[in-house]
């Protein structure tokens, strides 16, 4: 159990209010203008994104994550901010999403791409759960240079052990999956915000 506060900090690096999390939610948000209906954050962690995204849109948010010791964490961090009614935690595996058929307007990700087992598998059940006319927005850095340099030194502040980046992905082993996934309406950025894929479902039209 995570009862410990002094715990909790530490896996949220600044809670909720890490400047890298207000960042890309701005930036998921001007770029797709979904601010209403359904939103899934797969592998969630501690929910940071998906606090940040609760605040400055209407959706209603499921913070996904395999461990249960994270969505402890989570929960910890949504009710102290009081975005219970709007943020709920789902365990589930992305490779195997517990969700239906075209459930969600949107789905995003900060840093849990670089442990999947399978990229195109994972891919594949995200693209399986967004509406037509939904988007993804999957990745991982700090959205800009700056913020990058200002976390690292909020943990030497911290004295906290220097910081680890994730596992790296080539971009093209990236693209290979996403293709492999049947996506074909995508955007691959690999610059100093960090390694993402944007993508948007196809509307379904009838004659």
């Known amino acids: 159990m995570f009862n410990d506060p002094q715990s909790i900090d530490s896996m949220l690096i600044d809670g909720a209010h890490a400047p890298t999390y207000p960042l890309i939610a701005n930036q ?10 359904t939103a899934i954050d797969v592998g969630a962690g501690p929910a940071s994104l998906s606090v940040a995204m609760a605040r400055i849109t209407q ?18 961090s949504i009710k102290k901010e ?12 992305v490779h195997q999403m517990p969700f239906q058929d075209e459930f969600a307007d949107l789905v995003f990700s900060r840093g849990s791409m670089f442990f999947w087992k399978d990229l195109a598998t994972a891919f594949r059940e995200i693209y399986r759960v967004l509406k037509p006319g939904g988007a993804g927005y999957i990745g991982g850095g700090f959205g800009s240079s700056a913020v990058r340099k200002k ?19 080539h971009v093209d082993t990236l693209e290979i999956a996403v293709l492999e ?22 509307q379904n039209y009838t004659i």
């Open 82 to 93: 009081g975005l219970e009614n709007r943020v709920k935690t789902r365990m589930g595996d």
């Open 28 to 37: 998921i948000t001007e770029k797709f203008k979904i601010k209403k209906g």
């Open 181 to 202: 996934a049947g996506i074909d309406n995508y955007l691959l950025i690999n610059d100093e915000s960090g390694l993402w894929v944007l993508f948007k479902k196809q």
């Open 151 to 169: 976390v690292k030194n909020q943990f030497k502040r911290k004295g906290s052990r220097s910081y680890k980046s994730p596992p790296k992905i």
């Open 59 to 76: 959706l209603e948010i499921y913070a996904m994550d395999l461990s249960p010791e994270m969505l402890e964490i989570a929960q910890t």
